[in-house]
């Protein structure tokens, strides 16, 4: 299975996967315990990793290939190869951590930003509502204060019109009172026994309207007087 896959890794091209499937096939040789044949899958996979950068192809080939050593009895080439492996394991955990690291500091820095933009915009959420309530209370004022002009309007005119109808009585009430004098005055200057003589000429002289004061008085007036 494993040189069927391998035969369609490299018929495609995937050096990835060519690289990964030498080091199983070299596994499995170094567990039967053909050496040889595991050395060059062994070696045929670092070479297509170390093209490709891929660390931790690399990473496992060099600890297969210090067992390998080690079963061989080369124990010097075992242990470079294990300190090779333990090198590559460090730069690989180093970059992991640089990595996590990296991605909770944009986390922390999302997080951050989220939390200041919703802040914002409870600020902005503020400051509608506190303009929408001076535009409501400048409009009440507004509409209050035109009304009491309107009211000030009515009441003034009415006054006025009070003033007017008032000052209309008292002119004719003067106007009659006026008659009403000039009808006594001429009857006191008249003779008591020639009175029924002089009546015809007496009432020539005399506007008829003395008769009924309030007769020229317009209703309306006296009613607005009365308020």
């Given at each position: 299975?494993?040189?069927?896959?391998?035969?369609?890794?490299?018929?495609?091209?995937?050096?990835?996967?060519?690289?990964?499937?030498?080091?199983?096939?070299?596994?499995?040789?170094?567990?039967?315990?053909?050496?040889?044949?595991?050395?060059?899958?062994?070696?045929?996979?670092?070479?297509?990793?170390?093209?490709?950068?891929?660390?931790?192809?690399?990473?496992?080939?060099?600890?297969?290939?210090?067992?390998?050593?080690?079963?061989?009895?080369?124990?010097?080439?075992?242990?470079?190869?294990?300190k090779l492996f333990?090198?590559?394991?460090?730069?690989?955990?180093?970059?992991?951590?640089?990595?996590?690291?990296?991605?909770?500091?944009?986390?922390?820095?999302?997080?951050?930003?989220?939390?200041?933009?919703?802040?914002?915009?409870?600020?902005?959420s503020k400051q509608?509502?506190?303009?929408?309530?001076?535009?409501?209370?400048?409009?009440?004022?507004?509409?209050?204060?035109?009304?009491?002009?309107?009211?000030?309007?009515?009441?003034?005119?009415?006054?006025?019109?009070?003033?007017?109808?008032?000052?209309?009585?008292?002119?004719?009430?003067?106007?009659?009172?006026?008659?009403?004098?000039?009808?006594?005055?001429?009857?006191?200057?008249?003779?008591?026994?020639?009175?029924?003589?002089?009546?015809?000429?007496?009432?020539?002289?005399?506007?008829?309207?003395?008769?009924?004061?309030?007769?020229?008085?317009?209703?309306?007036?006296?009613?607005?007087?009365?308020?």
């Open positions: 299975n494993h040189l069927k896959s391998l035969k369609i890794y490299e018929e495609i091209g995937n050096k990835q996967g060519i690289a990964l499937t030498c080091i199983n096939i070299g596994g499995i040789y170094l567990k039967e315990g053909k050496l040889a044949e595991s050395f060059n899958y062994f070696n045929h996979g670092l070479m297509i990793a170390k093209e490709i950068g891929f660390k931790e192809g690399i990473e496992v080939t060099y600890s297969l290939l210090s067992d390998l050593y080690e079963k061989k009895g080369d124990y010097k080439q075992a242990y470079n190869y294990h333990s090198d590559i394991k460090d730069t690989l955990l180093n970059e992991q951590s640089s990595k996590q690291i990296a991605e909770m500091n944009t986390k922390y820095d999302s997080e951050k930003k989220d939390k200041e933009l919703i802040k914002k915009d409870a600020e902005i509608l509502a506190e303009t929408e309530k001076q535009n409501l209370q400048r409009n009440a004022f507004i509409i209050g204060f035109g009304l009491v002009l309107v009211l000030a309007f009515f009441i003034f005119r009415g006054y006025r019109q009070k003033k007017n109808a008032n000052l209309l009585l008292e002119e004719k009430m003067i106007s009659q009172r006026e008659a009403w004098d000039n009808y006594f005055r001429l009857l006191h200057e008249c003779d008591e026994s020639h009175f029924f003589d002089d009546r015809p000429r007496l009432r020539s002289k005399i506007d008829t309207k003395i008769y009924d004061p309030f007769l020229s008085v317009s209703p309306g007036v006296v009613f607005l007087a009365r308020l």
